[in-house]
């Protein structure tokens, strides 16, 4: 059984910062590609970021890059988002996800996602 917890949203002022985290449990961490995902009101749930089960490769969506950076410690069973200069459109419930393999292909698991509110 896999299980993806989410924390560390909340509320932030536009062009500030948060760090969420997603804690898995079930088989072996490291051997899967870890994604996070977004969905605002109203919209689709769009592609954030993604590692590989090494940590050796990201993924970013075009308007991410430079802005968010993701992590993970496979000793901990965690995967990080660092969010920096975070915009009101930016608010959206954050999913964590696991692929189905090391590296990244399609969310295969889904976390219960954590809310994240940008003022503006």
């Known amino acids: 059984q896999v299980q993806l917890v989410e924390s560390g949203g909340g509320l932030v002022q536009a062009g500030g910062s948060l760090r969420l985290s997603c804690a898995a449990s079930?088989?072996?961490?490291?051997?899967?590609?870890m994604g996070w995902f977004r969905q605002a009101p109203g919209k689709e749930r769009e592609f954030v970021s993604a590692?590989?089960?090494?940590?050796?490769?990201?993924y970013y969506a075009d308007s991410m890059k430079g802005r968010f950076t993701i992590s993970r410690d496979n000793a901990k069973n965690t995967v990080y988002l660092q969010m920096n200069s975070l915009k009101a459109e930016e608010t959206a419930v954050y999913y964590c996800?696991?692929?189905?393999?090391?590296?990244?292909?399609?969310?295969?698991?889904w976390g219960q996602g954590t809310q994240v509110t940008v003022s503006s």
């Open positions: 996800a696991r692929s189905s393999g090391g590296d990244w292909d399609r969310p295969e698991y």
């Open positions: 079930g088989r072996i961490f490291r051997n899967y590609a």
């Open positions: 590692i590989s089960g090494n940590g050796g490769k990201t």
